[in-house]
């Protein structure tokens, strides 16, 4: 294993870090600090889901308790507990304007259309088309 100098005690600090300059207990108390400095500030310290969807999506409390109580997707209506996880809440990403609660393979899928009613259109009369050569 090689190790240099680590930039802030001096002692040894293995090469391999992911490109730190600082040794492990370095890194690590500077990571702790920061944490602490920022704690309770809006943007990294957001402890409490509903505070960091409203923040994140730029919505009131209130609007985002809304969003997290619905317990099941808006386009296919898998629920919470099928999905294993949060739903997404899906929003405009030109505008930032929130459009509802997705489940995560909803919420994929309409990313990968373009996020676009048009995408969305063409895929549906894609398979609309595909399903009907099929089936005769």
Do not use: W
């Not at 400095?37 to 009131?60: E, F, H, L, M, Q």
């Not at 629920?79 to 929130?98: N, P, Q, Y």
């Amino acid at each position: 294993m090689t190790t240099k100098p680590c930039t802030k005690c001096g002692g040894p600090r293995e090469v391999y870090t992911g490109g730190k300059l600082r040794c492990r207990p370095c890194y690590n108390a500077r990571q702790k600090s920061y944490y602490e400095s920022t704690k309770g500030t809006k943007r990294y310290y957001r402890p409490d889901p509903v505070a960091k969807t409203a923040s994140i999506y730029g919505v009131s409390i209130e609007e985002a308790e809304r969003l997290r109580s619905i317990a099941s997707c808006e386009a296919c209506g898998r629920t919470v507990e099928e999905e294993g996880k949060a739903l997404a809440v899906d929003h405009d990403h030109t505008t930032g304007r929130v459009r509802g609660v997705l489940c995560g393979p909803c919420n994929r899928a309409l990313g990968l259309v373009g996020d676009t009613f048009e995408g969305v259109e063409a895929l549906y009369l894609y398979a609309l088309e595909r399903v009907r050569q099929v089936t005769g």
